[in-house]
């Protein structure tokens, strides 16, 4: 048996040469929208928040789909993440900013209250580079700023996450690269998408940042039937934030996570697409495209007990053996008594927030237009927890 260390060595990196790609924005008219949007207006007292809205339209655009949303409360913003593009509108959905120029892929996001900025995944697969990129909410304050020329987005490299995807699980020497069709990736990792603030699991450490394994469709393999969290402290992660630099990507970043735990699901469509704690509950709640397993319930929202510790155990489907620090899915919802899994079939997959009250913001995803004229769009619509079954949230109307 072995046991999980926390660190490894670093792999070693590839410097790949890539090309923006440019990103048409349009806004919730249709019409392309250069407004600077600057929100100079005075804030509400912190004891008055802004009445919020039962549904916030993220506009259409040309990109890749909608992956997360986040909210500042505080300031009256919405954050989309459209894959290759970050948007920024109030909260009556005009359009205030955008980000873009991403070739990698942008997946959920978070709002730390703690310092204001907007945090999210990061993947470029191909140079088997992997980060927490960190926007400075307050300067996005006009449409289409680079992402990488304008210094709105520092990077921090994730090592653990590049040494499970790239471990070579069959021994024969060679990387099978981005295929769920392998041996390879630890846990079957496909990299990382859901991030999401939160106290420790072990409630020693205050609040982290947690982010969740990517983790690939595979039927023939029993490894990949955990959704891995790493958690990290971010407290003195400014000496790790580096300018994101597509063409040369750097590697600055803590050597290990803080914690890594293991939630039994049953394997997924890539893992956790989107993560949320709920400080109403003190629950996590996982959202994820089902998976194919037929020896699984194959549910697409699974929460887990944030009232229970991790217990070091066996970590389920390694082989060899390994421990690891397991966390426990709270016992409602649905139930399959065969694989002891407990979940509900949700949406929450393209943008999940927590208002810690009871409501969410629940994304739907969809496009419009044929052809070149295609355009992505996203909307967050209100939503109140009613812990119900299949669905536990029921759209929340405007008394």
Known sequence: MRTHARGRSAALFTSVAMMSAAVVGVGPAGAVDKDSGRTDRPLPPASAPLTLPTAVDGGSWKSGHLQGTAVDRRKGHMYFSFTNLL???????????SVTGFTGHLGDLDFNKGDGRVYGSLEYKAAKAFYIAVFDADRITRMDMDAESTGVVSTVHLKEVVADYTADMDGDGDFDGDTADTADHRYGCSGIDGVAFGPSFDRAGGEKLTVAYGVYANTGREDNDNQVLLQYDISAWKTYEKPLTESAPHTSGPAAPDGKYFAYTGNTTYGVQNLEYDAKSGDWLMAAYKGTKTTFP?????????SERPVLGPVRGQRPSELGQNLRLRATGLHDAASGVHGY?????????????????????????????????????????????PDPFTPERRR
Request: charged letters at 20%; a positive charge; glycine letters at 18%.
């Open 87 to 97: 948007v920024k509108t109030d909260m009556s959905g005009k359009p205030i900013g």
């Open 345 to 389: 079939r949700a949406a929450g997959q393209y943008g999940l927030v927590s208002l810690d009250d009871g409501r969410f913001y629940v994304a739907t995803s969809g496009t419009t237009g044929s052809g070149e004229n295609t355009r992505q769009t996203g909307r967050a619509v209100l939503h109140r927890w009613t812990g119900g079954t």
């Open 298 to 306: 194959n549910y697409s929202l699974f929460v887990v007990d944030g």
